[in-house]
């Protein structure tokens, strides 16, 4: 029986989110219905809102989720009911070229449920990268569910649905931080933080942390960063090049998304270093450097998506150093919120006064 459900929605473009009942269908083959825990608010949400991503309003918002699967479709093998799992946005096909070719992390054609979930009147809705979380329960592919240790809280472990994992695996996976690497991470926000975390895991001798925000550079330290600088009153490039011996870092980490810290981040690596973007641009933005230091510095300019995570890989293990001591998501969580409480944090996470508010269901 399809069951209706509270769950927040953005109605039309720049409208306040609301609170409302949604219809979620039975799973089919291969969908998994999950009770959901626990949500983060994430930057994304907003874009959506904002329609900032695409017209498909309504949309079903929430992504960054952990919750317990309900129910399963026929042929569902991966996942059964009462598995704790965190919600994933790059459940891979297998089949498409590049995962042939052995590279799943950049699959062509993720999986996301068939059926869709409605309003009480039939208005199919858009969920928010196909998962739509900001709802008691949610229909998603079972490829989506990826299994962890249930010692773990929902409200950390559903964080590395998105932002978290985007940063550590821009660090780990993407710039391919190693023992004894320079790092320095432009822009120190749930993305940024996660990068400096990420940066420390790997074995960085050096984390540079750069933001024009002090309370972020603060977060930054307790994450693992040994410096700080910020580029409101002091010149980054010059900085982290002072901090590394003249040179530059290995990799630096841009987790803003604009051409002026792009350029930032590009000129403060070391020659042949890694610049790794993470922030996401808008549109309308373009970026102009001398062809010549492009070819001149040599190194990599890489850009990172969902920190070219593969989920079934990563999320357990990330669960696990957790759940040892050797990696602080807790710090990510800076307040718990009720469902009818997201409009406000969007308004907190724009003025920056939070890492993640995360609704409690
Ligand atoms: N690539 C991906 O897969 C992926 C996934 C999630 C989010 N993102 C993107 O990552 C970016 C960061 O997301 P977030 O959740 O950390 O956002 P956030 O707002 O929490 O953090 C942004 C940080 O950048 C700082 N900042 C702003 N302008 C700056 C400047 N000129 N110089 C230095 N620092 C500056 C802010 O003070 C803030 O601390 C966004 O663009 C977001 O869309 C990318
Ligand atoms: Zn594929
Ligand atoms: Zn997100």
Known sequence: MPQQVKAVIARAKGAPVEVTTIVVPDPGPGEAVVRIQACGVCHTDLHYREGGINDEFPFLLGH??????????EGVTEVEPGDFV???WRAVCGQCRSCRRGRPQYCFDTHNAKQKMTLLDGTELSPALGIGAFAEKTLVAAGQCTKVDPA??????????CGVMAGLG??????????????????????????????????????????????????????????????????????????????????????????ETYKQAFYARDLAGTVVLVGVPTPEMTLELPLLDVFGRGGALKSSWYGDCLPSRDFPMLIDLYLQGRLDLRAFVTET????????AFERMH??????????L
Not at 225 to 238: F, L
Not at 351 to 360: T, Y
């Open 170 to 259: 821009a660090a780990i996976n993407t710039g391919n931080v190693g023992r004894g690497d320079s790092v320095a991470v432009i822009g120190c926000g749930g993305v940024g933080g996660a990068a400096v975390l990420g940066s420390r895991l790997a074995g960085a001798a050096k984390i540079i942390a750069v933001d024009i925000d002090d309370r972020k550079l603060e977060t930054a330290r307790r994450l693992g960063a040994t410096h700080t600088v910020n580029s409101r009153t002091t010149d980054p490039v010059e900085a982290i090049r002072e901090l590394t011996g003249g040179n530059g870092a290995d990799v630096v980490v841009e987790a803003v998304g604009r051409p």
């Open 64 to 73: 960054e989720a952990a919750g317990i699967v309900e129910s399963v479709g």
């Open 152 to 161: 773990a809280e929902p409200a950390v472990a559903g964080l590395l649905g």
């Open 86 to 88: 965190v919600l994933n």
């Open 351 to 360: 003025h920056g006064d939070v890492l993640r508010s995360v609704v409690i």
């Open 337 to 344: 919120i009720d469902l009818d409480a997201v409009e406000q």
